[in-house]
């Protein structure tokens, strides 16, 4: 059976992580990427500008056990304000925290930033995964600057991929795929 995007990304991650990995979740939701990060690496930063987000958030951790986890009340682009070791893995979902207020969403501006950010700290051979939710006011432009973005990465610098459903309608989320090579 194909995979979902989400469960390739946690593969693409999985990959690369360890005991002694730091992985940030630059959007942590609902807490399900994080919770999976917590479950392989040594530390975890996780991001989100919501109070909702972080309360689920760590409810989940507590009820895995999980107590490798920072969780940031704070917008993802101001990572280098929180995390200073190189990082092996990250992930964004972007779009709206599901069962919230939809109106508060990851916004292009801000994403870039913290994708650059990330890609600055990326150690060799580090991974970060890109949900893209699209299907909202507002996440079409994202996902534009987005790929955008992603596409004039230098080839000798890093790997990127896309993962898409083709013959879905609506507009299904798709991932976004980029190793550090060097």
């Not at 309360?55 to 986890?69: A, F, H, I, P, S």
């Not at 009340?73 to 207020?101: M, R, T, W």
Request: one cysteine or more; hydrophobic letters at 40%.
């Amino acid at each position: 059976m194909i995979k979902r995007p989400i469960h390739l990304s946690h593969d693409f991650l999985a990959e690369v992580l360890d005991k002694d990995s730091i992985a940030v979740d630059a959007t942590m939701g609902n807490g399900n990427d994080t919770a999976f990060l917590a479950g392989l690496a040594k530390t975890v930063y996780a991001f989100d500008v919501q109070e909702e987000a972080l309360c689920k958030t760590q409810k989940r951790l507590e009820q895995l056990g999980l107590d490798n986890v920072q969780l940031i009340l704070d917008g993802h682009q101001n990572i280098d304000k929180y995390v200073n070791e190189p990082i092996c893995a990250a992930i964004f979902n972007l779009g709206y925290l599901p069962s919230a207020d939809k109106s508060i969403i990851t916004k292009p501006d801000t994403t870039l930033e913290a994708i650059q950010k990330i890609l600055d700290r990326l150690e060799s051979g580090g991974r970060m995964a890109i949900m893209i939710y699209h299907g909202h006011e507002g996440g079409n432009s994202e996902k534009e600057a987005v790929l955008n973005y992603v596409k004039q990465l230098p080839q000798k610098a890093f790997t990127a991929m896309c993962y898409q459903p083709l013959n879905q309608i609506n507009t299904p989320p798709f991932l976004v795929m980029v190793e550090k090579l060097k």
